[in-house]
């Protein structure tokens, strides 16, 4: 788990745990005989192994909650005299209560945060035998607004250390200084020594380069009083410093070791990087002294068909992605993401802006994702225990992250705005006779008159705890852990959040889909203004380029998400990222590649014509239905098709996304004219064309580079073709390979208007994880060996539960050929996992 030690201390505590789905009686207790319960190995989410059920919640993905009880029995490990044994949960959802032999170790409520405890009182003689036991209560499934999985979703940790130890989460690495020849590195190292006696000892420091080379180190005394703890600060200086950045990810590593005696008593790895960050109100924000563009995604933390239980291999997967797109940041949507997606991003080169909170005093309505307008047993989320636990998960997240480079800003909310009594009325926008519109138009009433009337009427149930109250309240407790990195907020109502005093809390002022509102921003705040959700849409963009002082954007979303599609079946997925569920790419994502890669790019898609947002003009040109739209297009993309299939001679309207001045579009050889992409308002070439059979294809260029892409008309389905993203597949119950399987004819053209069931067979030694097909209203089961297609296409991904020197997955569909591909299956199978029951 990031930023513990990486040594003996520290050992995997996933495998052999047993689960049970219901409330047990008596299940805390050593005695209790679990015998019969399904055994597994975590990460776990027990919510996605589930049928899809429209009677069930919407805004979760309608998927089940419940209550389950997990159990491990483990043998007390030898320790050092006086040593501490201790447990560290990187999440559970949710309201976990946790036991070891029947003693409660404690209530934790929120989800995403990391839980640390102390087991050491309470473990039986060395070798003997101990039973840790979790409860969690997710029977309120529908207390967010999107699929939070149910269960113990990320990794466990057993850590051991002696009497005088560095404790978890233990130190703090900041670079105060610099430059191209020298960088300072500042490490704070807090010591604990739990005997009763005094201890003492040395304190030294090596850092590591990222080839291993010990480039600096520093050594001092340290003695501490029984039952005491101590700060030591140590500064050194790295000479030619490789910078972690988006192109040069480059990690260090500070290894801390407590010596006492000549012996070794405690060791502990940090990985850190070198880097500067700056947000300027007029310039914008700059890495590594270089102005940079955030070229951000939100993601929530479901992978998908994995649920909220994602193998690093499907994040990298997706990240891969985006990157190829030209993604370069990532913020964490609604909340702190798992340690090891940090860690990814770290040597992935993103940027992180790591959020806490969706929640503060006040509930939003699940169901209606707005303020709460109806309140159950089922919906009841986290404001109820927001303002007990605020203060420690926030400072429990800080804690577990602020080393890594990637994290360069810390959200303390989001849209949290209008959770508040009357801040949406104050703004004028939904109160007032007024002809405007809220996402493109300027606020209706000036600051004066907005502050006004937050002050004369926010009052209610919880008036004492006003919005810029709370935030001046989180923004110290950040501020005390880290002030190296700026804080910011996703504000959805801006003019209220400059005008009540929330704005003054951050550092740079996050705009929630209120990219008209940039030049208002700028002229009444001095703080610094950047988008941190955004539509997928070229204006979008054109907002930030048009704009220096405007940092960049995060887009909604990075990839399609569970969840917030109530009484919308069989929606279950929103439908607003670049990529599917399954990880596929879209047209939002061809548009966006064409904006944030300088690699040439050309993508074509299709639509008929009555099926699109256009019309023939009086000029013979397409046109839009509604002049302008374009400009004022949200989340959703205007339907299109990433085929050519049609009936002859039906007229169908050709898009193409692609970042060449000019291209050409082909069918079957004949040129069909070139557009200039200056010349395209939406930056969408365009073309309306009589449909035949053959291939259709663009050729684009700068007059150097080209870029292609062609769709070809297929004939009837006869084969099915099999890609995996890799050829060894490691058996370590964590590694995972994603299959492709696509639909194509006789020629082995992709045909992606004939949808059919594929059926997927596993050899001996996989594991299946599910299948998807990736459209936003697929609710075929995830956890099935087979599901009908998307556009021809499906995705299986697998895991290996045993080592095996080659083994094969075979894909059948009615009416045409099988097709194999296979896995070599490597490491030790030695790992407990086990099959699903």
Request: hydrophobic letters at 35%.
């Amino acid at each position: 788990m990031s930023q513990s030690a990486s040594s003996p201390r520290t050992s995997n505590f996933n495998h052999g745990w047993r689960f049970n789905l219901g409330d047990v009686d008596a299940a805390s207790q050593s005695s209790f005989d679990d015998g019969a319960w399904r055994s597994l190995s975590l990460p776990h989410d027990w919510s996605v192994e589930h049928p899809f059920d429209e009677k069930l919640e919407g805004c979760t993905g309608y998927l089940p909650g419940g209550i389950g009880w997990y159990r491990k029995t483990f043998a007390t490990p030898e320790s050092v005299p006086g040593g501490r044994t201790l447990v560290v949960f990187d999440g559970v959802y949710n309201r976990s209560e946790i036991w070891i032999n029947g003693k409660s170790l404690g209530f934790r409520p929120y989800g995403y945060v990391p839980i640390v405890l102390d087991l050491t009182d309470h473990l039986a003689d060395a070798g003997g035998e101990n039973v840790l036991a979790v409860r969690v209560d997710h029977s309120h499934y529908g207390d967010s607004r999107w699929y939070t999985g149910s269960g113990i979703y990320r990794d466990v940790e057993l850590i051991q250390v002696g009497p005088t130890h560095i404790p978890v989460w233990g130190t703090f690495v900041t670079t105060p200084k610099v430059t191209d020849d020298e960088a300072q590195v500042q490490i704070e190292t807090q010591i604990n020594h739990t005997g009763s006696e005094a201890g003492g000892g040395s304190l030294s420091t090596s850092i590591l380069d990222p080839q291993g080379n010990e480039v600096a180190k520093a050594s001092e005394s340290v003695s501490l009083a029984g039952g005491s703890q101590q700060a030591v600060t140590q500064q050194l200086a790295v000479a030619q410093p490789k910078r972690w950045g988006i192109e040069t990810p480059h990690m260090y590593r500070a290894v801390t070791t407590l010596e006492k005696g000549g012996e070794v008593v405690d060791r502990y790895e940090t990985p850190f990087g070198i880097r500067t960050i700056q947000f300027d109100k007029h310039k914008g924000f700059f890495l590594n002294e270089e102005h940079t563009l955030i070229k951000g995604v939100c993601l929530h933390h479901d992978g998908g068909l994995v649920g909220a239980a994602v193998p690093l291999g499907v994040w990298r997967r997706r990240l891969l992605t985006l990157r190829e797109g030209g993604c370069n940041a990532i913020r964490t949507a609604h909340n702190p993401p798992s340690a090891e997606f940090l860690d990814l991003c770290d040597e992935m080169g993103f940027l992180v802006q790591d959020e806490f909170y969706d929640e503060w005093d006040n509930p939003k309505d699940k169901r209606q994702n707005c303020n709460e307008k109806e309140r159950d047993d089922i919906v009841a989320g986290h404001d109820e225990f927001f303002q007990e636990w605020a203060e420690r998960d926030l400072k429990d997240t800080m804690l577990r992250d602020r080393n890594h480079p990637c994290v360069f800003q810390w959200s303390i909310g989001n849209e949290i705005e209008w959770t508040y009594p009357n801040y949406s009325k104050a703004t004028g926008f939904f109160d007032m006779d007024w002809t405007g519109n809220y996402f493109w138009s300027q606020p209706p009433i000036g600051p004066e008159e907005i502050k006004k009337r937050i002050l004369e009427t926010e009052t209610g149930e919880n008036g004492e705890h006003v919005c810029a109250t709370t935030a001046q309240k989180l923004a110290a407790w950040t501020r005390e852990l880290d002030s190296t990195r700026p804080i910011t907020a996703n504000c959805i109502l801006p003019s209220a959040s400059h005008a009540s005093g929330y704005a003054d809390a951050l550092d740079v002022v996050g705009y929630s889909y209120r990219r008209v509102m940039y030049d208002y921003g700028q002229e009444i705040s001095d703080k610094c203004i950047m988008g941190t959700e955004n539509v997928p849409h070229w204006h979008e963009w054109k907002a930030v380029l048009d704009r220096e002082f405007i940092s960049g954007l995060f887009l909604w979303t990075g990839i399609d998400y569970m969840g917030e599609s109530n009484k919308k079946w069989p929606t279950k997925s929103t439908r607003s990222g670049l990529l599917s569920t399954a990880g596929f790419a879209k047209p939002s994502y061809h548009l966006y590649k064409t904006l944030w890669s300088d690699d040439p790019h050309a993508q074509l898609f299709t639509i008929p014509l009555e099926d699109s947002v256009y019309e023939v003009g009086g000029d013979g040109e397409l046109v839009e239905k509604e002049p302008g739209s374009w400009e004022r297009r949200l989340w959703f993309w205007h339907p299109l098709n990433p085929h050519w299939e049609y009936e002859p001679g039906q007229k169908i309207v050709v898009e193409a996304m692609t970042n060449m001045p000019s291209a050409e579009l082909l069918l079957n050889g004949e040129k069909l004219g070139a557009r200039k992409l200056e010349d395209q308002d939406d930056r969408i070439c365009r073309w309306l064309v009589e449909y035949q059979p053959g291939e259709l294809s663009i050729q684009a260029t700068d007059g150097q580079a080209t870029a292609e892409h062609t769709l070809a008309a297929p004939g009837a389905v006869a084969d099915i073709s099999l890609s995996v993203d890799r050829e060894q597949l490691v058996a370590d119950g964590r590694d995972v390979a994603h299959v492709v399987a696509q639909l194509v004819d006789a020629e082995g053209r992709p045909v992606r208007s004939d949808e059919r069931e594929i059926v997927f067979e596993l050899g001996e030694g996989l594991r299946l994880l599910g299948v998807d097909n990736g459209a936003h209203d697929n609710t075929q089961s995830y956890t099935s060996d087979r599901l009908v297609t998307h556009h021809g296409r499906a995705l299986l991904v697998v895991q290996a539960a045993a080592e095996a020197s080659q083994v094969s997955i075979t894909a059948t569909t009615a009416g045409a050929a099988s097709a194999s591909v296979s896995l070599e299956l490597t490491g030790s199978s030695d790992t407990g996992v086990l099959q699903p029951a």
